[in-house]
Each structure stands twice: as C-alpha cells, then as structure tokens.
C-alpha cells in the first residue's frame, strides 16, 4: 500500500519531468502552481523576508526550467524543489551574516572619524586602510568590482543589478561573497604586516 503510493508518486514525477525536458510548458505551469506557494512559505520560515523568499523561489524556477534538459532527479520533485530552496535560503543568511559584519566594520569606521581627526598616526593609518581597499577593488575583475560598487556605493538590490546587467540573482550573490572575502583577506594582511612592524 505505501510502496505502492511511494510508487506512484515517483512514476508521476519521472512523467512530469520527461514532459518538462521536452519543453511542455503546462507541465511546467503544473508544477509551478502546486508548489511556489508552499515553497515561498517555507522559504519565508528559514529567512524571514517574504520578498526575498519569492526572490529565492522564483530564481529557482528560472534556473528548473532554464536547465530542464540538464536535470536528473534521484528523488521527487517535491524533495528536489524543497531542497533547494533549504539550500538558497541558508546561504542567503549566510551572505546577509558577511554583509552585516561588513557593515559593523564600516560603521566603525565612521563613527572612529573624529577620533582619527584629532590623532595624526590613526588618521595616517585610516587613508593607508582606505587605499588598501580602493586598491583591492581596482584588481578585481570589472564586472566584480562593478557589482561591488552598484550594490554598496549605489545601494541597489540584487535583483536590480541582476536586471540591469542581465544575469542572475544567485551570480550577483556570488561576486559579493567573492569580493568580500578578498577585501576581508588583503584587510587581514594589512593589519598583520602593521603588527609585524
């Protein structure tokens, strides 16, 4: 009885999917409208943002249907879909933990200025920091550095980025993560040839 459930279950997925590779787009729309809601909701429960849950969730049918052919499902749909919205919506908190200690750093920063204003060595030691990363940001790759700039110099969101430049969301994601653990790196190794000084 449950075999047999368990059975169908996984036939219904294998047809849905072989409909979905060939390109049926109802097939698609199917599977879209049984589960975005219930996707979001429990995208909503791991993040806590409605709007970036239904960013998650739409990305992630973006990429189901951009790489249909590419798909091989060892379990349902339902795991499968739910899975990776488990896995977006953790590296989402993981990104927005960087991001937070990021900003504490700068805003540490700012709030130092005026101390920095009265002593000379911290003002002097602030301009070198302030090259470090004007320098960091120079050697990055251009579409890195210009993500970079449009997302912390001009405060746009990711999907707004991704919009404009015409990539993903998730690729947006990416190159922050990546600059930020560069700047974060050459940060460090400024500090530690200061202390060895």
């Excluded at 390109?23 to 709007?51: H, N, W």
């Excluded at 590419?70 to 989402?92: E, M, P, T």
């Excluded at 990546?178 to 530690?192: A, D, F, P």
Aim: aromatic share 10%.
């Amino acid at each position: 009885m449950l075999v047999d459930q368990i059975s169908d279950i996984m036939f219904n997925d294998l047809l849905i999917l072989a409909k979905i590779k060939e390109g049926d787009v109802k097939a698609f729309e199917e599977v879209f409208r049984l589960y975005y809601i219930p996707l979001c909701m429990y995208a909503i429960c791991i993040t806590g943002q409605s709007d970036v849950a239904e960013e998650i969730v739409q990305e992630l049918f973006y990429v189901f249907w951009r790489d249909k052919n590419k798909l091989q499902l060892l379990r349902s749909v339902k795991s499968y879909l739910y899975g990776a919205v488990h896995n977006q919506s953790l590296q989402y908190l993981e990104h927005e933990n960087v991001k937070k200690q990021y900003n504490n750093y700068v805003l540490a920063a700012q709030t130092d200025e005026d101390v920095l204003s009265r002593d000379p060595q911290n003002q002097m030691e602030y301009k070198e920091l302030e090259g470090v990363i004007a320098d960091t940001l120079r050697m990055l790759p251009e579409r890195s550095s210009l993500i970079f700039r449009m997302q912390r110099i001009e405060g746009k969101k990711y999907a707004e980025i991704a919009k404009e430049l015409q990539i993903s969301v998730k690729t947006v994601e990416a190159e922050i993560s990546k600059t930020l653990k560069i700047l974060r790196k050459e940060v460090g190794s400024y500090y530690n040839l200061k202390m060895e000084r």
